[in-house]
């Protein structure tokens, strides 16, 4: 999702370079691109061999570019948001995919015990998805590894250019979600 994130401001920048703003916002797109590899830099070994594994598998030949990886943060940012198990109707819904994409997800992600199919207690015909142990697990080295880049990078900002900073930084987002 960070990724996937930066690639959009890196479009929004680019709007912003080629009209007559201050020379400074073309400035600051360059840093950000000559900068944007570094947000992938120290990468924890078993997150680079969850990517290659999905990158390799292609998810049936069907992943069109590398934002397609970022799913997986996004699917256990839902279920950790969840008691328990839900549908894959309501997995589809909060990650904002067609139910054919949450259901290709998550048959990768069954099929390399990160998920699992159970259920439901009350309805035979529902059947409900969850993360496994090692899903859980792998979704929170993931986190952590975000969070602890996010930290590193915000880390040179008080408290006051921190809030200031995620507020504009909110706005932007809110800006480019509502083109998209």
């Not at 691109?33 to 998810?59: D, H, M, T, W």
């Not at 256990?76 to 909060?94: D, Q």
Request: a positive charge.
């Amino acid at each position: 999702m960070l990724f996937k994130k930066i690639y959009q401001i890196e479009n929004f920048m680019t709007k912003i370079a080629q009209s007559p703003y201050p020379p400074q916002i073309a400035d600051i797109m360059q840093r950000i691109f000559r900068l944007k590899g570094r947000f992938k830099a120290s990468v924890p070994e078993n997150i680079v061999i969850l990517r290659k594994r999905i990158i390799e598998s292609n998810l049936g030949g069907k992943a069109s570019h590398p934002g397609d990886v970022d799913l997986f943060h996004n699917v256990g940012i839902v279920f950790s948001s969840h008691e328990g198990p839900i549908t894959m109707g309501e997995l589809s819904r909060e990650l904002n995919v067609p139910l054919s994409t949450a259901t290709r997800t998550m048959d990768w992600l069954v099929e390399n015990g990160y998920a699992q199919r159970l259920p439901d207690p009350q309805d035979r015909r529902i059947v409900r998805v969850g993360l496994t142990n090692a899903g859980r697990e792998i979704y929170a080295t993931i986190n952590q590894f975000f969070m602890e880049r996010i930290e590193q990078m915000l880390g040179q900002l008080t408290a006051e250019e921190r809030e200031t900073f995620i507020s504009l930084l909110c706005k932007v987002l809110d800006a480019l979600e509502k083109q998209t």
